[in-house]
Every structure is written in C-alpha cells, then in structure tokens.
C-alpha cells in the first residue's frame, strides 16, 4: 500500500538516485529512477543512509509528545530518589541491599515475605521514601545508561573498611562521575576488627571524594551490614543529599518511567518491574514499552501486593505486555490501545529494517569473500 518512487525518496533525503540504485543492489533489491518501493524496502535504504523513515501518515512523536507537554513546573512535587549500590567485589552491596530491604520494608503480607520484584521503595526512620534498585554492580548500571536511561539519582559506594579502595571501586567513582550521579559513601564492616575509616576517606579524598567533614562535599556514613549499626543513618543521609537535588515529579500527568527487569513468565506471559519516573501508571492504562505495547493487566509492588496506581519512583511489576522488553527500555503511557499499537508496530518495522540491512551486509560480504 504504502509507496514512494525512487527518484522522489532520493530527492527527499538529498541524494543521487545512482547512489540510491547502487546503495539498494548492495541489499539485494534491482531497481530504476522511476521505479515505485514499497515502504519497507524504502526504511531500509533510508537506514543504511542513517536517516529515520516514519510514514507520513504515522509520526510517533506526535503521538508521544502531547504526554509530555503540559509538564507545568508548579504541578511537580517533590518524590524520592532512586538509589544504585555500587562499590568492589565482597565489600558488602549484596548484603546491604538485604539488610535494609529486610529491616525496612513494610511487610505486612502474609508470612513477612517479600516478592522480589528488582526495585523496592523502604521508609527511612524520619518517614521520607528512598528507592533502591536491587541489581548492585556497575554492568547494570552502565547497560542502562547505554540505552539511554537515566535511571539512577545517587550511587552509594560501598567500600569496606578494612580493605580500602580497590580497582572497581575506582570504576564505579568513574561510572557515577560520567553520569553526573552524586556519591554518598557507605563505609562498610565497621564491625571489622581491621576498620579503619580515616584510610578509606583519606584514599577516597585523592580521587575527588573529600569528606564533609574534612571541608569536602561528599557524605560518608560508618555502617556495617552486619550489624545493622548506621543503615538508619545512611538513609538519612541519602534522602539529605537528594533534598539538594530538588528531585521532582509531576504525579498528574500520563506514566512514562523505564524497565528495570523483565522475563517471560509461563503464567502471566510478558513480566517487567518498570520504575515511573513522571506521572502515574494505572491499572488498565495503554502502554508503549520499547518495541511492544499492551495494556496493564495488573499492577504488583515490592511488597507482592496488587496496586492500581503506581506514581514517580514507585518501581512496579507490570503485566499486559504483547513482548518482553529490555532493562533500560522506555515505557510511556498512551491515550488509546491504537496509538500503542502503532507506534510499537512502527518501532518494530524500523527495528527489522536494521536487522534485515544488517544481514544483507553481512550476506554481501560473504559473498564477495567466497569470490
Ligand atoms: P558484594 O560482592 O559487594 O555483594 O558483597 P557481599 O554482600 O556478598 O559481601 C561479601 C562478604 O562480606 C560476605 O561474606 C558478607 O557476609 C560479608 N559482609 C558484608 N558486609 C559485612 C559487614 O558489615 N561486616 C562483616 N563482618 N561482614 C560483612
Ligand atoms: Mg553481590
């Protein structure tokens, strides 16, 4: 149906239709000036010139940009930040994420135990809210970051008293510095015969991290995962430096946030803990998640329960997807099941056209090696 001639797409994009006939042999496809192509044919070539084809009927923007207009500044409101723990292998990430998760969620449900669901959202002792994310390590970190999703608003580094600053430690300075993320530092096994804090803030002032108590700007908190001692404080501390942030979310709005986990569930079908950035994602809400769309069949929170909205930084497992996304993956509530379903339906044309010229390349290639 859809379909543009050649002389007309290459004028469009600004260039020779010789280079486009040429560019369209090297994909298999034989062509003329003033030859008509059908539009899958035409994302590809436009592709393999980096340009973005969406068809004129379609534009995705449109459709997603109405959501995020109407973002009044005085409708935002203040929400809580989203915590990665980072720091070298066996200085206590793990065992911290479980410790706090443990001692602070609410568990109410039946037996005390929590659905792990990737993300959890914990009270601290003076009532703010702070928003772990439940994969430590800085793969994650980065993997989400190359998807172009900033998730995370501090990094806590981890850094065991009685072993000092190590090689990933140093990574993960370098992680959060690229990313613009501040550090709070958790200085872990204080409960360690051999801690000894004044090393780890004396290492840590030589790469940038100079101690507030030292004249400096970074926070640093004793704790220990084993004992429990300074976790209350830590978390203070944490909700204290995102107040110098001034995170804010407008609530009144359409969801759009990003995937944290995701998996094919035997049962439930497509599962993915998503965390709302702005807005509020409702039970019945039509999304776009990466390269698929649905409908939210049910809401789970961190504590197993079933909810029907979940607002900014709340993380939530979300049912009702037609595929499963990727961590790092947008998701953006839409205002009809239509709209979802088009733009993931353009998304995934796109993204076959880049596999297709992919494999077309790939193809030549060997072609021409077995010459
Ligand atoms: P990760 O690799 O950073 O996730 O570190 P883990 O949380 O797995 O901890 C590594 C080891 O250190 C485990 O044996 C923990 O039990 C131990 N550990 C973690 N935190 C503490 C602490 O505060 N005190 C003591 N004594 N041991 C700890
Ligand atoms: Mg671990």
């Keep these: 149906d859809e379909a543009i001639e050649l002389a007309e797409l290459a004028k469009r994009m600004g260039i020779k239709a010789n280079e486009m006939i040429a560019k369209l042999m090297t994909l298999g496809v034989m062509a003329t000036v003033n030859q008509t192509i059908d539009f899958e044919t035409a994302t590809l070539v436009a592709t393999e010139f980096d340009f973005d084809v969406e068809k004129a009927s379609f534009e995705e923007e ?24 980072m720091g070298h292998v066996d200085h206590g990430k793990t065992s911290l994420l479980d410790v706090i ?22 009270e601290t002792p003076n009532g703010g809210r702070v928003t772990f994310l439940d994969t430590p390590g800085h793969a994650a970190f980065t993997a989400m970051r190359s998807r172009g999703a900033q998730v ?22 370098n992680h959060s510095k690229a990313a613009g993320v501040p550090v709070v530092v958790a200085v872990n096994k204080m409960d360690k015969a051999g801690a000894d804090p004044d090393r780890i803030m004396r290492e840590l002032s030589e790469l940038d991290l100079l101690a507030e108590e030292w004249g400096g700007s970074v926070i640093f908190v004793k ?34 946030g990003y995937v944290v986990e ?10 993915a803990t998503v965390l709302v950035k702005q807005g509020t994602l409702s039970d019945g809400d039509p999304i776009v998640c990466g390269l698929y769309s649905g409908r939210i069949r049910a809401m789970i929170d961190d504590s197993g ?19 499963v996304p990727d961590a790092g993956d947008e998701f953006i509530a839409v205002a009809s099941d239509k709209d979802a379903k088009q733009i993931a339906g353009n998304r995934m044309q796109k993204q076959r056209a880049k596999e297709l010229a992919k494999k077309s390349r790939a193809n030549l290639e060997k072609m021409f090696e077995n010459l």
Excluded: C, F, W
């Design 62 to 85: 449109a459709l997603l940009n109405h959501e995020i207009d109407g973002d009044d500044e005085d409708k935002k409101i203040g929400r809580a930040p989203v915590v990665t723990i």
């Design 101 to 122: 998760r443990k001692s602070k969620i609410t568990s109410g449900e039946a037996g005390g135990i929590t659905q792990h669901i990737g993300a959890y959202n914990v």
């Design 152 to 173: 995370t608003d501090i990094v806590i580094l981890v850094v065991a008293a009685d072993d000092g600053v190590m090689p990933q430690t140093i990574e993960a300075i």
């Design 223 to 256: 704790v220990s995962a084993k004992t429990g001692e300074g976790i209350d404080d830590l978390l203070e501390m944490v909700l204290l430096q995102s107040e110098v942030l001034e995170l804010k979310a407008n609530p009144d709005r359409k969801a759009m």
């Design 262 to 271: 995701s998996r094919l569930d035997t049962g439930r079908g497509a599962v």
């Design 305 to 323: 329960s079933r909810i029907d909205a979940a607002g900014p930084s709340t993380p939530v497992e979300i049912i009702g997807l037609s595929g």
